[in-house]
C-alpha cells in the first residue's frame, strides 16, 4: 500500500496542481505500464481491469488509497458537479507534509512518473483516458477483464539480440583459445596466438 500512496503523492507533487481523480488514476495505470514495460514489474504491485473509462486498478485500488490519503490529511479533495450533473473528484497535495514519495520509492520509480506527468502535463483528461486505452494490455483485453502486462517487444528482441551477439562472441573466443575473459592472454601470447 505505501508504493500506491507513494505514487500518488508524487505525481500530485509534480502535477503541482489540481487534478482529477480520473487523471490520477490514469497517470498511475501509465507509471506501472511503462515500468512494466521496461522492467517487468508495476511501481504500484496493482492489477488492472478494463473499465468503461479505460484502465482502471482492480477494487478501484488507487482511489481507496487517496481517500486514505485524504483521511491522513497528506491530500485534500474537492468534490464538485460534473458537466452531466454527477459529482466529480479532484485532488491536491494536502497541509500535511511527508516523504513516503522519496523513501518507498526507488529512485528509476520516481523518474517513470515524473516523465509519464511530464508527457501528459499538456493533455487534457480526454487526450489521457484516450493514451491510456492506446497501451497494448488495454487494446489487447476485452470489456472488464484483468490486463496483461507486457514487457516491451522492441526492447525484449534487443536483449535477445545482445544475449545473441554476447554467446556468439563467446563461442568465437573459445574457439579461437581466446576465452570470454579480457586480460587473459597477454599481447605477446596474442600475437603468436595469431602469428602476428
Same mark, same amino acid.
Given at each position: 500500500m505505501d508504493k500506491i500512496k507513494a505514487a500518488i503523492l508524487a505525481i500530485l507533487e509534480d502535477e503541482g496542481r489540481i487534478? !482529477?481523480?480520473?487523471? +490520477?488514476? #490514469? +497517470?498511475? %495505470? +501509465?507509471?506501472?505500464?511503462? !515500468? %512494466?514495460?521496461?522492467f517487468g514489474e508495476t511501481i504500484t504491485g496493482l492489477k %488492472?481491469?478494463?473499465?468503461? !473509462?479505460?484502465?482502471?486498478?482492480?477494487?478501484?485500488?488507487? =482511489? #481507496?488509497?487517496?481517500?486514505?490519503? =485524504?483521511? @491522513? @490529511?497528506?491530500?485534500?479533495?474537492q468534490v464538485g458537479t460534473s458537466m452531466y450533473g454527477g459529482e466529480n473528484f479532484r485532488y491536491t497535495k494536502g497541509t500535511k507534509s511527508t @516523504?513516503?514519495?522519496?523513501?518507498k520509492l526507488s529512485s528509476m520509480e520516481r523518474q517513470v512518473l515524473s516523465d509519464i506527468v511530464n508527457q501528459n502535463k499538456n493533455k487534457n483528461l480526454s487526450e489521457i483516458v484516450s493514451v491510456s486505452k492506446k497501451t497494448t494490455p488495454f487494446k489487447e483485453a476485452s470489456q472488464y477483464e484483468v490486463l496483461k502486462m507486457s514487457r516491451l517487444s522492441k526492447y525484449q528482441e534487443l536483449i535477445q539480440s545482445v544475449r545473441a551477439d554476447t554467446e556468439f562472441m563467446n563461442g568465437v573466443r573459445e574457439g579461437m583459445g581466446v576465452g570470454p575473459k579480457r586480460g587473459d592472454k597477454s599481447l605477446e601470447e596474442v600475437k603468436l596466438l595469431y602469428g602476428l
Open positions: 487534478i !482529477h481523480r480520473t487523471r +490520477l488514476v #490514469k +497517470l498511475v %495505470y +501509465l507509471a506501472d505500464n511503462m !515500468h %512494466y514495460e521496461h %488492472y481491469m478494463w473499465d468503461n !473509462h479505460g484502465p482502471n486498478a482492480i477494487s478501484n485500488a488507487i =482511489v #481507496k488509497e487517496a481517500d486514505n490519503l =485524504v483521511n @491522513d @490529511d497528506f491530500i485534500c479533495m @516523504d513516503i514519495s522519496k523513501t
